[in-house]
């Protein structure tokens, strides 16, 4: 019966012409990984400060859906944070040793929401709170006694200024950690939000899972779980698949042209510190055709051409230079710069930097100080293209004879056209 009632609920919220369902999608407030390594703290940086933004960013273009901006919920979190931190704080340290009485924590939910909730999240909202200090009160207990233990037979034990480090420490965790806090910070009035979202996520090695749990704020019921995990190399696959995930769990259901710009990747977004898109340094096309097979598009509908004409178009407008592999062969070339992007075939660069100077014969070529710059331009067909890489690193004196000699596999190929501008 309930699940009936948050499809009912849900339909409703989507059928609304005049208002978009707001969503207030929060940042990661858990994460688990190896603090030990280096590489998955800094991955687990970057995934807190920009995944959540990316995926908001993404999805703006669906207008039946409104993210509420994250910098937005930050601050309100924040706050809802600090007050709920407080008061707990306050009744836990009068009532260590007895329970405190369920109207006093209604009365927290209360002042906290800012009265803005019914009876039915009241209540609810009461119950969570209840089940947190319990627990937070058994941790504070447990850490008291462990801490006697270890200090057996030394002076001054246990102190009241202890007791307040603990209920300090226990607290804060506690809350900040919690799905509590977001979905207070979801019924302030400042949002009064439709659905929250919050989520974690977690790094093992190479790998990396994340999960995204929905909440219907009408009844504060949990709408399910969207997962995803892949490769930390894939995270750009990740973050596409979640996003999918989300508006299907969320009831909405896309055409395929929604679709195809769900697949697509903003090139403003590319990080010039660690030569990245998205957080992945190589987007190969087999990637495509498995979000293409998972969102259940039209067999027809030709994606491959959509994705990599727009992000070709990206590449060219950031002056991005990347890597560039074709099916049926195992080497990377380089492509120096974008020089054009059509329907069905884009034109590079591969060869652009008086390559001459580096095979060392340029005094034998050219007189004077002026040296004219070489350019290969080359038509490419999008469906010949198997990976993209982003690689910044300095090139040797064998990438430019490789790079010489692509131009004896393009002409040899006959699916690509060249031309000596």
């Not at 858990?30 to 933004?53: G, T």
Request: include cysteine; glycine fraction near 4%; hydrophobic fraction near 40%.
């Amino acid at each position: 019966m309930k699940k009936t009632l948050n499809i009912i609920l849900l339909y409703s919220f989507i059928c609304l012409g005049f208002s978009a369902t707001k969503i207030s999608l929060f940042n990661f407030n858990d994460a688990a990984f190896d603090k030990a390594d280096k590489n998955a703290s800094v991955l687990s940086n970057k995934i807190s400060d920009n995944f959540i933004d990316l995926m908001k960013h993404d999805m703006t273009f669906f207008d039946k859906a409104n993210f509420i901006e994250t910098k937005k919920l930050n601050k309100e979190l924040i706050k809802v944070r600090k007050l709920l931190l407080a008061q707990l704080k306050k009744e836990l340290e009068a009532s260590i040793v007895d329970v405190i009485p369920r109207n006093k924590i209604k009365k927290i939910v209360n002042n906290v929401a800012e009265g803005n909730l019914n009876e039915l999240q009241l209540e609810s909202l009461t119950d969570s709170l209840i089940v947190l200090v319990s627990s937070s009160t058994k941790t504070i207990a447990k850490d008291m006694l462990l801490s006697n233990s270890k200090n057996m037979g030394k002076t001054g034990e246990i102190t009241i200024a202890d007791l307040n480090s603990f209920i300090e420490n226990i607290t804060h965790k506690s809350i900040w950690k919690s799905t509590f806090s977001s979905l207070m910070t979801s019924l302030r009035n400042d949002f009064n939000s439709d659905i929250a979202v919050t989520g974690r996520y977690n790094i093992d090695g190479n790998n990396l899972k994340i999960e995204l749990y929905p909440y219907n704020l009408d009844d504060l019921e949990m709408l399910g779980v969207v997962s995803s995990e892949g490769t930390i190399d894939n995270i750009n696959v990740i973050i596409k698949d979640l996003e999918f995930k989300l508006l299907s769990k969320l009831g909405f259901l896309l055409e395929d042209d929604q679709k195809a710009k769900l697949c697509l990747y903003d090139v403003d977004e590319f990080s010039k510190s660690d030569y990245s898109l998205y957080f992945s340094k190589i987007f190969l096309t087999e990637d495509i055709k498995e979000l293409k097979y998972r969102m259940q598009f039209n067999d027809a509908f030709n994606l491959i051409s959509e994705y990599y004409k727009v992000l070709a178009k990206g590449l060219m407008e950031n002056k991005i230079r990347y890597n560039i592999k074709f099916y049926g062969d195992d080497s990377m070339y380089n492509v120096y710069s974008t020089e054009a992007v059509n329907d069905s075939t884009f034109f590079v660069n591969v060869l652009n930097d008086n390559w001459t100077n580096k095979v060392g014969v340029s005094q034998n070529l050219h007189s004077g100080n002026m040296k004219p710059d070489s350019k290969v331009v080359v038509e490419i067909d999008y469906n010949v293209v198997q990976a993209i890489q982003f690689d910044k690193g300095a090139e040797s004196f064998m990438d430019t004879v490789v790079q010489i000699s692509i131009y004896s596999l393009i002409v040899a190929s006959g699916f690509l056209l060249a031309q000596f501008l």
